[in-house]
């Protein structure tokens, strides 16, 4: 299988097919330090990075950011002191599709190597 990292986000609709149970269990080797959560009745994404500050976890708020503009996905970021909580999923159809997965992997390749 293709790596999640180097592909591209496709554009979604409300008539987009979400992920398969079967698609899922192929995609989570590839970004195992993210768990789905069930969060109002919606699955998500969703990884807690540690970082040593907080110039690091804004810095790479930013990082996500820059990311989430070019693949025009957007998820939800919470930067704190030491840590950033990233939570991917697409709401045109309330749940996880694979651009969710896409974008869980080349999250997980900004941080930075110290960090990983």
């Known amino acids: 299988m293709e790596r999640l990292a180097e592909q591209k986000c496709e554009e ?3 008539s987009s097919t979400p992920a398969t149970d079967e698609e899922i ?3 989570r080797p590839q970004i195992p330090d993210w768990e789905i959560r069930t969060i109002d009745g919606i699955a998500r994404l969703s990884r807690t990075y ?3 500050n907080f110039a690091e976890a804004l810095e790479f708020t930013y990082r ?3 990311l989430a503009e070019a693949e ?3 998820p939800v970021i919470l930067t704190e002191w030491g840590k950033v909580t990233v939570q991917w ?3 045109k159809i309330k749940g996880l599709h ?3 997965f896409i974008m869980a992997a080349k999250t997980d390749a900004l941080i930075p190597q110290h960090e990983k």
């Open 64 to 66: 996500i950011g820059t």
């Open 50 to 52: 540690r970082l040593s």
């Open 98 to 100: 694979r651009n969710d």
């Open 12 to 14: 979604c609709h409300a």
């Open 25 to 27: 269990v192929q995609f």
């Open 89 to 91: 999923w697409t709401r």
């Open 72 to 74: 025009w996905h957007h």
